[in-house]
């Protein structure tokens, strides 16, 4: 199958995908459902992780300047109504939240960058600015100290801790910012195999999931990856070889080969791509969604990479967003349109907005006018 072959097949597959996320919008709190059996359940709530993520759908889509104020409105006070005054934290109602390091770094981080694309600001300060932050943050030894006390026996889980963490570098004045930076890249580069160019341990899905967290550091302070070129051959054996069963382990590979830029010969880009999709088309539901896992959607998204491969000895504790059943899942909606959108990019082919996407708006409305 050559790439066009392989990219009709692909739009093929979002065919009532937008129906879908329309269908979980919360008119009420202006905020997105993980899932179908979420909304039916009154013990769940729409959740700023879901939320964020139909925000990336839609900005993937251009459909962020096409937004109707009130709908605009509507987003902003979601993510301000999440804020503790208290903290600077963003918090859903879920009390477990809390206790996960990565789901608090991820709802600061998903709510502050959609309050900003959306024109809107947070409430109150941030947890450095309120000295809410961990202890570890407030010196390079501790930082350092906290680290090399995280496991990565499942390199997906500990480097996801460690990428989480940097939340806090993120919102230190300058000159403790860029120390902070330098300790942290010469610690990973210390750390990194050199054989293969990835991190920590697990099965080579759960390595280069890990290899993925990291990059959100390396992206987000402006520097390059080590040992590119052997990350690259990681990934490439690994999708020749091993076996798909979570919509994470085909957005990792993609998402981290798009930032590391190597130069990848035709004949393997048309492979990747290929194999690609054909992973995606297992996950696609006849809700017209996608599901995280291949045999039902993660009831609890936050320790299904945890459970899924390897033994980790701090397991966080389950948040539950939906039932887990066979269905479509944000998680997974979010993956699939950045997957897309890479895969166009890898191959140097100009992305248009999947097709239905301009209906939703529209969708949304009819929504509203049920309620």
């Given amino acids: 199958m050559n790439l066009t072959d392989s990219f009709e097949k692909l739009d093929s597959l979002f065919e009532g995908f937008f129906e879908w996320l329309a269908g979980q919008y919360d008119p009420i709190t202006g905020g997105f459902y993980y899932a179908k059996s979420s909304i039916s359940d009154s013990s769940f709530t729409p959740d700023i992780e879901s ?24 987003f902003v006070s979601f993510f301000q109504n999440k804020q503790d005054p208290e903290t600077g934290y963003f918090l859903d109602e879920n009390p477990h939240m809390k206790d996960d390091e990565v789901m608090v770094s991820r709802a600061f ?36 100290k906290k680290w090399k006390s995280i496991s990565l026996v499942n390199s997906w889980r500990g480097c996801d801790l460690l990428a989480s963490s940097c939340m806090y570098i993120g919102q230190m004045e300058q000159e403790k910012q860029e120390k902070m930076i330098q300790i942290a890249a010469k610690y990973l580069e210390s750390i990194q195999d050199p054989q293969t160019g990835l991190w920590g341990e697990g099965s080579m899905y759960v390595r280069i999931s890990g290899t993925f967290k990291l990059h959100t550091f390396y992206h987000k302070f402006g520097l390059p990856m080590p040992r590119v070129e052997k990350m690259y051959q990681s990934i ?70 945890v459970k899924a491969d390897e033994f980790y000895p701090d397991m966080p504790v389950a948040v539950h967003l939906g039932k887990g059943l066979y269905e ?3 998680n997974a909606g979010t993956q699939t349109t950045l997957i897309r959108l890479q895969l166009h990019k890898l191959a140097g082919k100009k992305v248009i907005p999947i097709k239905g996407s301009r209906r939703f708006y529209e969708l949304v409305e009819n929504r509203l006018q049920e309620k």
């Fill in 51 to 74: 939320t964020a993520q139909a925000l990336n759908i839609l900005s993937r889509n251009e459909l962020l300047t096409k937004m109707p104020v009130e709908l605009r409105a509507k």
């Fill in 109 to 144: 981080n998903y709510s502050v960058n959609s309050l900003d694309r959306l024109g809107g600001s947070p409430l109150y300060p941030s947890p450095v600015e309120l000295n809410q932050a961990p202890h570890y943050v407030k010196s390079e030894e501790e930082y350092l």
């Fill in 236 to 305: 490439l054996h690994c999708l020749r070889t091993e076996t798909v069963k979570d919509m994470c382990y085909i957005r990792n590979p993609i998402d981290l080969l798009s930032y590391i830029n190597v130069e990848i010969p035709s004949h393997e880009l048309e492979e990747i791509v290929q194999i690609t999709v054909n992973n995606i088309e297992k996950l696609k539901r006849p809700d017209g969604g996608f599901s995280r896992e291949i045999d039902h959607s993660p009831s609890a998204p936050n320790v299904a990479q």
């Fill in 328 to 330: 479509g899942d944000m």
